[in-house]
């Protein structure tokens, strides 16, 4: 028996099922199978129920689940209370940011941060844009600098370091890439990419589910890329709200950034965990502030 074992068959029991086990895990459905059924083995007795539709906890697997979830849940914490005093001592700040949130802004904070605390060691991170919290909430980086639109109760926002305007990722063949802006309301006759996994408050931020005079737009081809958001745009498939940023990252000819002029501009700024509160996140707030 070891903790991968264990993990899997904790994830189980909250999902009954393989493949959402699978994918929390970032494992491979077969090997969530036999990580199960080597425990089973181990221990002598069937803990699931499977059928072909559903996956269900035997008696024995209930009585474990109870016994282990405690245990397991206190080893965590240990482990992260661990790191973190470890880390106090060696002064290490951990930055994220995804591949749409570098760029100028976050090189002046860090370098006024360094100024300041020359002791400090600053380790860059390039976080999932599509998942963007989870290595908050893992204690795998003390904050994430990215869009400061969050609905999370468990995670914090700001200082704010920049507002960014809105454009429009258009094919270059597209009539609306001659036009000086566009207005919210044309969203409503064009495609937008799906973006899966992406925060929900920042999916409606950017892709509004609805014009101000209440039409729907529509979300379309699904993306689970920056990259396959902008091929789809450059074939006409789909048409991309974004930043103006972008026109920094955007090397390439077949695709226009029109000005949107009845969008808000989007924050830029610190979010960070306030369960994982130390000495590093306060430091880098009163430089960002």
Same mark, same amino acid.
């Given at each position: 028996?070891?903790?991968?074992?264990?993990?899997?068959?904790?994830? /189980?029991? +909250?999902?009954?099922?393989?493949?959402?086990?699978?994918?929390?895990? #970032?494992?491979?459905?077969?090997?969530?199978?036999?990580?199960?059924?080597?425990?089973?083995?181990?221990? *002598?007795?069937?803990?699931? %129920?499977?059928?072909?539709?559903?996956?269900?906890?035997?008696?024995? =697997?209930?009585?474990?689940?109870?016994?282990?979830?405690?245990? #397991?849940?206190?080893?965590?914490?240990?482990?992260? $209370?661990?790191?973190?005093?470890?880390?106090?001592?060696?002064?290490?700040?951990?930055? =994220?940011?995804?591949? $749409?949130? +570098? =760029?100028?802004?976050?090189?002046?904070?860090?370098?006024?941060? !360094?100024?300041?605390?020359?002791?400090?060691?600053?380790?860059?991170?390039?976080?999932?844009?599509?998942?963007?919290?989870?290595?908050?909430?893992?204690? %795998?980086?003390?904050?994430?600098?990215?869009?400061?639109?969050?609905?999370?109760?468990?995670?914090?926002?700001?200082?704010? /370091?920049?507002?960014?305007?809105?454009?429009?990722?258009?094919?270059?063949?597209?009539?609306?890439?001659?036009? %000086?802006?566009? !207005?919210?309301?044309?969203?409503?006759?064009?495609?937008?990419?799906?973006?899966?996994?992406?925060?929900?408050?920042?999916?409606?931020?950017? #892709?509004?589910?609805?014009?101000?005079? *209440?039409?729907?737009?529509?979300?379309?081809?699904?993306?689970?890329?920056?990259?396959?958001? /902008?091929?789809?745009?450059?074939? *006409?498939?789909?048409?991309?709200?974004?930043? $103006?940023?972008?026109?920094?990252?955007?090397?390439?000819?077949?695709?226009?950034?029109?000005?949107?002029?009845?969008?808000?501009?989007?924050?830029? =700024?610190?979010?960070?965990?306030?369960?994982?509160?130390?000495?590093?996140?306060?430091?880098?707030?009163?430089?960002?502030?």
């Amino acid at each position: 028996m070891d903790l991968v074992q264990i993990q899997a068959f904790l994830v /189980l029991c +909250e999902e009954l099922h393989f493949g959402r086990t699978a994918e929390r895990l #970032y494992r491979s459905q077969p090997r969530i199978s036999r990580l199960i059924a080597s425990l089973e083995a181990e221990i *002598g007795g069937t803990l699931f %129920e499977r059928t072909n539709r559903k996956v269900n906890l035997t008696p024995l =697997g209930a009585d474990l689940e109870a016994r282990w979830r405690p245990a #397991y849940a206190e080893l965590l914490t240990g482990y992260a $209370t661990a790191k973190r005093s470890a880390r106090a001592a060696e002064r290490r700040l951990r930055v =994220g940011f995804t591949i $749409t949130t +570098e =760029g100028p802004a976050l090189t002046r904070l860090l370098d006024a941060f !360094s100024e300041t605390h020359p002791d400090y060691v600053i380790t860059l991170v390039e976080v999932s844009i599509m998942d963007p919290f989870a290595p908050l909430r893992n204690d %795998e980086v003390d904050v994430v600098f990215i869009w400061a639109v969050v609905d999370d109760d468990d995670l914090a926002v700001g200082p704010i /370091l920049e507002q960014q305007d809105r454009v429009l990722a258009v094919a270059r063949a597209d009539p609306l890439a001659r036009a %000086e802006s566009v !207005s919210i309301e044309q969203l409503a006759e064009r495609s937008l990419p799906s973006i899966a996994p992406f925060p929900k408050a920042m999916l409606d931020t950017f #892709y509004p589910p609805f014009t101000p005079s *209440g039409k729907a737009i529509r979300r379309t081809h699904v993306a689970r890329t920056l990259h396959e958001a /902008l091929t789809l745009v450059a074939r *006409g498939l789909v048409v991309h709200p974004t930043v $103006t940023s972008m026109a920094s990252r955007l090397v390439r000819d077949d695709i226009v950034l029109v000005p949107i002029h009845d969008l808000p501009p989007i924050p830029l =700024g610190l979010i960070w965990c306030p369960a994982h509160d130390n000495a590093h996140i306060r430091a880098l707030l009163d430089t960002a502030r």
